[in-house]
């Protein structure tokens, strides 16, 4: 069983284009996130959800909108995708908001043509 | 800020070498934790070896080592007996305990390339 999964794992969309990227973990954790890789493989936290709640929401554009519908789904829905969006997104999770390890998963390749 | 300093863009090693990456942090928290995500070509991000900042030990996980120093701000990821199974990008990550923040910085990776 994968732990956290998410879906698709590839997705080639053209500018302009509304997308969703589902993540859910069968972990039990209270916390999950969202991560961005660029192309130079930087990782950079995107949200951050405890318990459905939303925790950080750094300085993303508002094109980018979380949602947890229940504390083992997180989802990423992005509008009017641009060229810059290009990157590998990722969701994890972790056991609380203090917990140690995150638990990735395998990664989300946007490719806006 | 927190931030996570790896000055080695690109390493390699011999195969059954060891090798050592480096990774050094910035932060005025006294509690926190440390991680070594291995990241091969699959994308998937694996954790290698964690630390916690309170215990002096440094971790081991099999022919995964850690040299951390808390002073220095320094953790250093030592692989022994190097596999080719182990070429891979390499993070460097930090976490506080504190209700400060919640969230995982990492470095900007190291590539490591194993050499048969």
């Known amino acids: 069983d994968t732990a956290v999964s998410q879906t698709p794992k590839y997705l080639v969309t053209q500018m302009g284009n509304d997308k969703s990227i589902k993540c859910e973990q069968n972990?039990?954790?209270?916390?999950m996130y969202w991560y961005k890789q660029d192309s130079k493989k930087f990782l950079k936290i995107m949200f951050s959800?405890?318990?459905?709640?939303?925790?950080i929401n750094e300085t993303v554009p508002n094109r980018f909108s979380p949602k947890s519908p229940d504390k083992a789904h997180l989802n990423l829905h992005i509008n009017s995708l641009e060229l810059g969006d290009s990157a590998v997104y990722f969701c994890?999770?972790?056991?609380?908001?203090?917990?140690?390890?995150?638990?990735f998963g395998q990664g989300t390749r946007l490719t806006v043509v | 800020a927190q931030t996570v300093t790896q000055s080695q863009p690109e390493m390699s090693v011999q195969e059954a070498e060891t090798v050592t990456l480096s990774c050094t942090y910035d932060?005025?928290?006294?509690?926190?934790?440390l991680f070594w995500y291995k990241q091969p070509p699959s994308r998937q991000m694996i954790l290698v070896i964690r630390?916690?900042?309170?215990?002096?030990q440094n971790a081991t996980e099999n022919r995964f080592s850690v040299n951390f120093q808390k002073a220095a701000k320094s953790f250093s990821l030592k692989i022994s007996d190097s596999q080719l199974g182990d070429a891979a990008m390499y993070f460097c990550?930090?976490?506080?305990?504190?209700?400060?923040?919640?969230?995982?910085?990492f470095g900007t990776g190291t590539s490591l390339t194993v050499i048969p």
């Open positions: 994890a999770s972790s056991q609380s908001m203090w917990g140690s390890e995150a638990f």
């Open positions: 972990l039990g954790h209270d916390t």
């Open positions: 959800y405890n318990n459905k709640e939303l925790i």
């Open positions: 932060t005025s928290e006294s509690d926190y934790y």
């Open positions: 630390q916690e900042a309170y215990k002096q």
């Open positions: 990550a930090y976490r506080t305990i504190s209700n400060t923040g919640n969230q995982f910085y």
